[in-house]
């Protein structure tokens, strides 16, 4: 079973959205989780972590405008972006974090990745 992102789609620039992400247990009872976002020609940027309960950190393109929450039961970590930006375009994708310091997004996460949800905004 591998973690699968939804929710993305296009959208104006001010819009909102809201990702979802659904994983199996061994993903989401690891120390943490995060979103991260792949845009066009960039690396993978890690921009949210939260973990296992509520205390989460945010990247600064980000910060402000973006809440990362999950769902332990249903197994499901949520991104709500506020004021999207034509930035904000990439493939978003969440994943497990192995080994994370609490409230920052200093951390790693496992090396399997599952389906991301594509972002795209318009100016």
């Known amino acids: 079973v591998q973690l699968q992102a939804s929710g993305g789609g296009l959208v104006q620039s001010g819009e909102s959205l809201t990702l979802s992400c659904v994983g199996p247990?061994?993903?989401?009872?690891?120390?943490?989780m995060g979103w991260y976002r792949q845009a066009p020609g960039k690396q993978r940027e890690l921009i949210a972590t939260?973990?296992?309960?509520?205390?989460?950190a945010y990247a600064e393109s980000v910060k402000g405008r973006t809440y990362i929450s999950r769902d332990n039961v249903k197994r499901t970590l949520y991104l709500q972006i506020r004021n999207l930006k034509p930035e904000d375009t990439a493939v978003y994708y969440c994943?497990?974090?192995?080994?994370?310091?609490?409230?920052?997004?200093?951390?790693?996460?496992?090396?399997?990745w599952g389906r991301g949800t594509r972002v795209t905004v318009s100016s």
């Open positions: 939260i973990n296992r309960g509520t205390e989460a």
């Open positions: 247990d061994s993903i989401f009872s690891s120390v943490g």
């Open positions: 994943n497990g974090m192995k080994r994370l310091i609490i409230g920052t997004l200093s951390g790693s996460s496992f090396d399997s």
